[in-house]
């Protein structure tokens, strides 16, 4: 069974920036009910279709499965909820992990982020100095949230 653990910080300046090259991410939902999310994602010329479980602290149930390319690009436009949550996403190694830092457009501008996975709830990392309050337990920065309230509107 594939469990995420995951911790969300907000991030503060651009120091970041430089660290990576970012890659331009389209994601839209099928279904962003907080018990069964389903999520159809392209990342640059990769497609997936991702089933997220209820949040429970930072963990939840997560199964991930490539799809073609051209099937995502007509459920993003055709099927998902709208808004579609647009966003460059940094991949930034850091003390032994990767730090995802995603930087939204669109209806979220002005949003940056910082996601950390983790192999346990309680495993220890170094926090560079980018990262700033922790809002892991903050259900209006989850992805499926910032479509139905759009950081734009807050």
């Not at 430089?18 to 010329?45: F, H, I, N």
């Not at 209820?54 to 963990?59: A, D, K, Q, S």
Request: include cysteine; charge should be negative; charged fraction near 25%.
């Amino acid at each position: 069974m594939a469990v995420e653990i995951e911790r969300k910080f907000l991030v503060v300046g651009t120091e970041w920036q430089s660290l990576a090259e970012g890659v331009l991410y389209r994601q839209g939902y099928l279904s962003s009910a907080k018990e069964r999310v389903v999520r159809v994602r392209t990342a640059g010329p990769d497609a997936f279709l991702t089933i997220k479980g209820l949040t429970t602290g930072v963990t939840r149930l997560e199964f991930e499965y490539p799809i073609p390319f051209d099937d995502a690009t007509a459920m993003l436009d055709r099927v998902c909820e709208r808004p579609l949550i647009a966003k460059t996403r940094y991949r930034i190694p850091v003390g032994g992990f990767t730090w995802e830092v995603d930087q939204f457009h669109e209806e979220n501008e002005g949003l940056v982020v910082a996601e950390i996975e983790l192999p346990d709830a309680n495993t220890v990392f170094e926090r560079p100095s980018w990262v700033g309050e922790e809002v892991s337990g903050d259900t209006r920065y989850f992805n499926a949230n910032l479509i139905q309230h759009p950081f734009s509107r807050w």
